[in-house]
């Protein structure tokens, strides 16, 4: 038996399965036959909508399965042979996706973060001081920049900051990779100020979210600019990346980019984090700091969280000393008042 089903679940944001406005969708054209690898005409249509949605009417837009295999293809596709790419240490190239990126034969050059973040001017000393090592040539060239909005942490940078990013790239000739796995909860979120719109500007490639976002599975890259990455289709399926029956991907996309449900569809998880984060402050629990979005980070006594475990999935991300441990509650789009009141009420015993 699923444990899950005995337990109150707040590990994660895709525990889900899917919204049901996709599920009406996918079972409505179950037996309809269409063309496959995403040329389909549900496909082309959300292409269409997403292309309005991020005012990049004659960018490309292409469809693949989940984030690992999506930050693995389009980072193998933009770098040459010796090449790296720039990240936060704490990014999810770096941590958590198993070498995925240096099995694919490029180093991740991780920089310092702070709250997940970095900023333009690390990026800009980092070249410089590439540039200006007499042994560079024999070093591993930085080759384009990975972020994530919202970062593994829950933050945001603020477009003041992508700006100040997309301009230290451009100057000095790298692409701007945007991860977006939870773009939908920024999107949502009050202290946002970054629309799709300045992705489509400041970013050369970024990727809106589908799996922690509402969909069974799926993830929108989109590059602005046409053919900036050449033959990205083919490169596609030299990774195992083309989906025969892509029109399951294009389906999911048409819906969330249908009315707007995309930029809408994680407010209840901003809500839901809202009101765990001002229980959690009101009986006496530590932030570890400060997070705007659907995740949330908590420094636990051990022996508390063992009694939690035992009625609450949750996530645990780093030892903070000898007798406790930072542990992560994320909501999600789904994540409903109930739940969310029950889980408040065990905190409070």
């Given at each position: 038996?699923?444990?899950?089903?005995?337990?109150?679940?707040?590990s994660?944001?895709?525990?889900?399965?899917?919204?049901?406005?996709?599920?009406?969708?996918?079972?409505?054209?179950?037996?309809?036959?269409?063309?496959?690898?995403?040329?389909?005409?549900?496909?082309?249509?959300?292409?269409?909508?997403?292309?309005?949605?991020?005012?990049?009417?004659?960018?490309?837009?292409?469809?693949?399965?989940?984030?690992?295999?999506?930050?693995?293809?389009?980072?193998?596709?933009?770098?040459?042979?010796?090449?790296?790419?720039?990240?936060?240490?704490?990014g999810?190239?770096?941590?958590?996706?198993a070498?995925?990126?240096?099995?694919?034969?490029?180093?991740?050059l991780?920089l310092?973060?702070?709250?997940?973040?970095?900023?333009?001017?690390?990026?800009?000393e980092?070249?410089?001081?590439y540039?200006?090592?007499?042994?560079?040539?024999?070093m591993?060239?930085?080759?384009?920049?990975?972020?994530?909005?919202?970062?593994?942490?829950?933050?945001?940078?603020?477009?003041?900051?992508?700006?100040?990013?997309?301009?230290?790239?451009?100057?000095?000739?790298?692409?701007?990779?945007l991860?977006?796995?939870?773009?939908?909860?920024?999107?949502?979120?009050?202290?946002?100020?970054?629309?799709?719109?300045?992705?489509?500007?400041?970013?050369?490639?970024?990727?809106?979210?589908?799996?922690?976002?509402g969909?069974?599975?799926?993830?929108?890259?989109?590059?602005?600019?046409?053919?900036?990455?050449?033959?990205?289709?083919?490169?596609?399926k030299?990774?195992?990346?083309?989906?025969?029956?892509?029109?399951?991907?294009?389906?999911?996309?048409?819906?969330?980019f249908?009315?707007?449900?995309?930029?809408?569809?994680?407010?209840?998880?901003?809500?839901?984090?809202?009101?765990?984060?001002?229980?959690?402050?009101?009986?006496?629990?530590?932030?570890?700091?400060?997070?705007?979005?659907?995740?949330?980070?908590?420094?636990?006594?051990?022996?508390?969280?063992?009694?939690?475990?035992?009625?609450?999935?949750?996530?645990?991300?780093?030892?903070?000393d000898?007798?406790?441990?930072?542990?992560?509650?994320?909501?999600?789009?789904?994540?409903?008042?109930?739940?969310?009141?029950?889980?408040?009420?065990?905190?409070?015993?």
């Amino acid at each position: 038996m699923d444990t899950y089903a005995d337990k109150l679940s707040f590990s994660s944001d895709y525990m889900e399965g899917a919204h049901p406005f996709i599920m009406t969708r996918l079972s409505d054209t179950n037996l309809l036959k269409s063309q496959g690898y995403g040329t389909d005409s549900f496909s082309q249509s959300a292409r269409d909508k997403i292309r309005a949605a991020c005012g990049c009417p004659d960018g490309e837009v292409h469809f693949l399965m989940g984030g690992t295999q999506t930050n693995a293809t389009v980072i193998n596709a933009v770098l040459k042979s010796y090449q790296g790419v720039v990240a936060p240490n704490s990014g999810h190239i770096s941590v958590h996706e198993a070498g995925a990126i240096e099995f694919g034969g490029h180093k991740v050059l991780t920089l310092p973060q702070k709250l997940g973040k970095i900023t333009a001017d690390d990026i800009q000393e980092l070249l410089s001081d590439y540039q200006n090592d007499e042994n560079h040539d024999h070093m591993v060239m930085p080759g384009m920049v990975y972020l994530s909005h919202p970062t593994e942490y829950g933050t945001l940078y603020s477009l003041e900051e992508l700006r100040s990013i997309s301009q230290v790239c451009r100057k000095n000739g790298l692409p701007l990779y945007l991860d977006g796995a939870r773009l939908a909860y920024a999107l949502a979120c009050p202290e946002n100020d970054v629309t799709l719109h300045d992705l489509a500007e400041l970013c050369d490639v970024f990727y809106m979210g589908g799996t922690k976002c509402g969909a069974l599975f799926g993830e929108a890259v989109v590059i602005p600019q046409k053919n900036f990455i050449p033959h990205f289709f083919t490169i596609m399926k030299q990774h195992g990346a083309l989906l025969a029956k892509g029109r399951l991907l294009g389906i999911q996309f048409d819906v969330l980019f249908t009315d707007d449900l995309y930029l809408h569809i994680g407010e209840p998880a901003i809500i839901a984090a809202e009101r765990i984060k001002e229980a959690l402050l009101y009986q006496g629990y530590q932030l570890y700091f400060e997070s705007p979005t659907n995740q949330l980070f908590v420094v636990m006594e051990n022996t508390r969280i063992a009694k939690l475990t035992q009625k609450v999935e949750l996530g645990f991300w780093e030892k903070y000393d000898d007798t406790h441990t930072v542990v992560r509650f994320a909501t999600s789009w789904a994540t409903n008042k109930e739940d969310v009141e029950k889980l408040l009420k065990i905190l409070a015993e």
